[in-house]
């Protein structure tokens, strides 16, 4: 028996090759789906099943072209009403991969279709358990996210994962390994560790969800309380998970096109495309292209993509190094984006060669940003998330939070300079580029952000409760 995790960082999502006896399961794919066929195939064996624990809503999986490819089944637990063929097992149904068995276990609450996978080895001992996004480590799937459940609330929904997990996982001994579908950094959740696998014994322990004298109403207060807005492009993600997609190879194709200057601005001025430059941000800040907005590769690239952008049709051309194209594409389709209508050809450098308009953004070091706010009284945004801003900021800095940014286009000032930092450079960036694309000019970035200010002599604000939030 093996099993791989195959765990992409800037998804924060896990999933899963699992092999016994020249058979093949996959869970939770991605939508680039080579890596598991490439390793089947070197092991000479064949993908029987592919696994899903849920309709995802923060990505796009890779079931319905790695079935296609394979001849794979999809499996989804009881309730999923996918567009497609696919196995919907009833609960406690079993399911053979060579000497192996994968025991589907139905735990709604994140979703109604929410499915466990629980692995029993060659001898019959339960193994593991493929949670999803009902059990991560250090918390559980939020109950807000479930489409079509138009007659429950979230504290319905969170009832429901009371019971799934008291019902179903609890019980299990505490040997059994758990393999989340997401770790620390996702949007499903909202205490997540950074360890990416673990006992169920250690997560009865330290994980608050799974405390033995926790009442049901305790339950539902506790993983309801202090969620955030979901993403946007959520409900987009799991249409398309539901009722299928494009395959990727064919996204590439028709996405992968260069464009001279003058057909990129034509194109971008016809089609109402956004420029979308996926650079490093200290590349950006010295010359862009008037308008275009900053999501850089080297970040948290595709689930801000998601949150800012929002509409998976939004058209899209691209302003990326040379090399990184097909990379760029790629990570937007695991999101859904799949409508690039082609890149810069010659980058930035071919826009300035021809004669065309650049903008650009002041950047400070953190040193220089000290000696201004001993000097006058300057206004601060601080674009980082609610967590990061309570637990230390500068005293008088506005909560702006880069997810809600939109929103919130009123409050900076019309005249005068303002300054605008995050944690490490990378946010701050992406909301100057927001800010100016909205006709918003007079700001200034801290390069380097919080990490860098704290290593300057400026005071902070540390452990505000939230009633300090401007």
């Given at each position: 028996?093996?099993?791989?995790?195959?765990?992409?960082?800037?998804?924060?999502?896990?999933?899963?090759?699992?092999?016994?006896?020249?058979?093949?399961?996959?869970?939770?794919?991605?939508?680039?789906?080579?890596?598991?066929?490439?390793?089947?195939?070197?092991?000479?064996?064949?993908?029987?099943?592919?696994?899903?624990?849920?309709?995802?809503?923060?990505?796009?999986?890779?079931?319905?072209?790695?079935?296609?490819?394979?001849?794979?089944?999809?499996?989804?637990?009881?309730?999923?009403?996918?567009?497609?063929?696919?196995?919907?097992?009833?609960?406690?149904?079993?399911?053979?991969?060579?000497?192996?068995?994968?025991?589907?276990?139905?735990?709604?609450?994140?979703?109604?279709?929410?499915?466990?996978?629980?692995?029993?080895?060659?001898?019959?001992?339960?193994?593991?358990?493929?949670s999803g996004d009902?059990?991560?480590?250090?918390?559980?799937?939020?109950?807000?996210?479930?489409?079509?459940?138009?007659?429950?609330?979230?504290?319905?929904?969170?009832?429901?994962?009371?019971?799934?997990?008291?019902?179903?996982?609890?019980?299990?001994?505490?040997?059994?390994?758990?393999?989340?579908?997401?770790?620390?950094?996702?949007?499903?959740?909202?205490?997540?560790?950074?360890?990416?696998?673990?006992?169920?014994?250690?997560?009865?322990?330290?994980?608050?969800?799974?405390?033995?004298?926790?009442?049901?109403?305790?339950?539902?207060?506790?993983?309801?309380?202090?969620?955030?807005?979901?993403?946007?492009?959520?409900?987009?993600?799991?249409?398309?998970?539901?009722?299928?997609?494009?395959?990727?190879?064919?996204?590439?194709?028709?996405?992968?096109?260069?464009?001279?200057?003058?057909?990129?601005?034509?194109?971008?001025?016809?089609?109402?495309?956004?420029?979308?430059?996926?650079?490093?941000?200290?590349?950006?800040?010295?010359?862009?292209?008037?308008?275009?907005?900053?999501?850089?590769?080297?970040?948290?690239?595709?689930?801000?993509?998601?949150?800012?952008?929002?509409?998976?049709?939004?058209?899209?051309?691209?302003?990326?190094?040379?090399?990184?194209?097909?990379?760029?594409?790629?990570?937007?389709?695991?999101?859904?984006?799949?409508?690039?209508?082609?890149?810069?050809?010659?980058?930035?450098?071919?826009?300035?060669?021809?004669?065309?308009?650049?903008?650009?953004?002041?950047s400070i070091t953190?040193?220089?940003?000290?000696?201004?706010?001993?000097?006058?009284?300057?206004?601060?945004?601080?674009?980082?998330?609610?967590?990061?801003?309570?637990?230390?900021h500068i005293d008088?800095?506005?909560?702006?939070?880069?997810?809600?940014?939109?929103?919130?286009?009123?409050?900076?000032?019309?005249?005068?300079?303002?300054?605008?930092?995050?944690?490490?450079?990378?946010?701050?960036?992406?909301?100057?580029?927001?800010?100016?694309?909205?006709?918003?000019?007079?700001?200034?970035?801290?390069?380097?952000?919080?990490?860098?200010?704290?290593?300057?002599?400026?005071?902070?604000?540390?452990?505000?409760?939230?009633?300090?939030?401007?």
């Amino acid at each position: 028996m093996k099993i791989e995790q195959i765990y992409t960082g800037c998804l924060a999502q896990g999933a899963y090759y699992i092999e016994s006896n020249g058979e093949v399961a996959i869970i939770d794919p991605l939508r680039e789906v080579d890596t598991y066929i490439k390793k089947a195939e070197a092991n000479n064996s064949k993908i029987t099943y592919i696994f899903e624990t849920h309709f995802h809503a923060d990505f796009v999986s890779g079931h319905v072209t790695l079935a296609e490819k394979t001849g794979a089944k999809i499996v989804y637990g009881p309730t999923a009403n996918p567009k497609f063929d696919a196995v919907i097992a009833a609960d406690n149904q079993e399911f053979k991969i060579g000497k192996i068995t994968i025991v589907a276990l139905h735990t709604p609450g994140h979703t109604m279709e929410s499915t466990t996978y629980l692995l029993k080895d060659e001898n019959g001992n339960n193994h593991a358990i493929f949670s999803g996004d009902t059990l991560f480590l250090g918390d559980v799937g939020r109950p807000d996210l479930a489409q079509k459940a138009a007659d429950m609330t979230m504290e319905d929904l969170a009832g429901l994962s009371f019971d799934s997990l008291r019902n179903k996982i609890m019980p299990l001994a505490d040997n059994i390994i758990v393999y989340p579908g997401h770790g620390a950094g996702s949007a499903c959740g909202k205490n997540m560790m950074k360890e990416t696998v673990d006992t169920l014994g250690n997560q009865k322990q330290m994980n608050y969800a799974l405390r033995a004298d926790m009442t049901r109403n305790e339950f539902i207060k506790e993983v309801t309380d202090g969620l955030a807005p979901p993403p946007k492009y959520f409900p987009l993600n799991v249409k398309m998970n539901k009722e299928g997609y494009e395959d990727l190879d064919v996204v590439i194709e028709n996405s992968n096109k260069p464009l001279n200057p003058d057909a990129f601005e034509a194109l971008a001025e016809t089609s109402e495309a956004l420029v979308l430059d996926v650079r490093h941000q200290s590349e950006f800040i010295q010359g862009f292209i008037p308008r275009s907005i900053f999501i850089g590769l080297k970040g948290g690239f595709a689930p801000w993509v998601g949150a800012l952008i929002a509409d998976v049709k939004q058209p899209l051309l691209l302003v990326v190094d040379k090399g990184m194209e097909e990379e760029a594409i790629t990570r937007l389709s695991r999101v859904g984006f799949d409508n690039v209508l082609g890149f810069l050809k010659g980058g930035i450098d071919a826009w300035k060669t021809s004669g065309r308009e650049v903008d650009s953004i002041e950047s400070i070091t953190a040193d220089e940003f000290s000696n201004r706010l001993k000097t006058s009284d300057i206004s601060v945004f601080d674009v980082r998330r609610e967590g990061e801003f309570l637990s230390a900021h500068i005293d008088k800095a506005s909560f702006t939070s880069l997810d809600n940014l939109n929103n919130h286009l009123a409050e900076f000032p019309k005249n005068g300079d303002f300054y605008v930092h995050c944690a490490g450079g990378y946010r701050s960036v992406i909301a100057a580029s927001i800010l100016k694309s909205r006709g918003i000019h007079n700001l200034i970035d801290v390069a380097g952000g919080m990490a860098a200010i704290r290593k300057t002599n400026i005071a902070l604000v540390e452990n505000a409760c939230p009633s300090t939030l401007k």
